[in-house]
């Protein structure tokens, strides 16, 4: 079990606690259907990368309006692992309830807040039509945001610094577990390396979970960043 940070039992009168409003204020977001908050974590295209992120609905119910989806791989760049939450976030959200939503309201006004400048940059490019993707390694992934785009997707790209968010907080840290556990389980010899390898990491993403270091209580992504009321 990891420790995120100190929270209060009750966020929405902790001082402490920053409102999501006030993280979309910031990023000069006014109105959004979706918004995404992550990060991914990577070095060289020979090591192993991570990557989380939170979706938040501003149409879903208060208790089933989040998602945080997290992976890794064995292997793939830091820029890899910046995109890497965003189009799995989108493909799984679009599968389970944006496709519905977009024959309700098109187009979905994407948000998408991310620590690195690069891929903001790059999100932008991708995201306009007549403009080519961008010449990068990734080149074909940043092609599934342009279809996701062309979907009814209105994405718009922010950065943000490092840890500006407990939500970026959660992503930092969520990343940098499912990298460092596929290294660690990179270097222990095994007979069946790729069994053995798939099932220690299926093992980690199940058992994963955070508390509050002072209380002991489990964190909710809810309480990270609520919105208000």
């Not at 295209?45 to 149409?59: H, R, S, V």
């Not at 799995?88 to 944006?98: D, E, Q, S």
């Not at 991310?114 to 991708?126: F, L, Y």
């Amino acid at each position: 079990m990891g420790d995120l940070m100190s929270h209060d039992t009750h966020p929405e009168t902790s001082p402490a606690v920053e409102l999501l409003t006030q993280v979309l204020q910031r990023a000069h977001i006014q109105t959004w259907d979706v918004v995404l908050i992550g990060d991914g974590s990577g070095s060289t295209w020979e090591a192993p990368c991570g990557w989380a992120t939170t979706l938040i609905d501003a149409t879903a119910p208060p208790d089933d309006n989040r998602w945080v989806y997290f992976g890794a791989a064995s292997q793939g760049s830091v820029n890899l692992a910046e995109l890497m939450p965003y189009l799995m976030a989108l493909t799984c959200y679009h599968h389970a309830r944006g496709e519905a939503r977009l024959k309700v309201k098109c187009p979905l006004e994407v948000h998408i807040i991310t620590d690195s400048q690069v891929t903001a940059g790059h999100g932008q490019r991708a995201a306009n039509p007549i403009q080519d993707l961008p010449r990068v390694p990734q080149r074909a992934l940043w092609a599934g945001i342009r279809e996701f785009a062309r979907l009814g997707y209105n994405f718009h790209w922010h950065w943000a610094p490092r840890s500006t968010s407990s939500l970026n907080v959660l992503a930092d840290l969520v990343a940098a577990i499912g990298r460092r556990e596929l290294i660690r389980i990179g270097k222990q010899p095994t007979p069946h390396p790729l069994a053995a390898n798939a099932a220690a990491v299926m093992r980690a993403a199940q058992e994963l979970a955070f508390a509050d270091p002072e209380t002991g209580q489990l964190i909710d992504v809810r309480m990270l960043n609520p919105l208000p009321g």
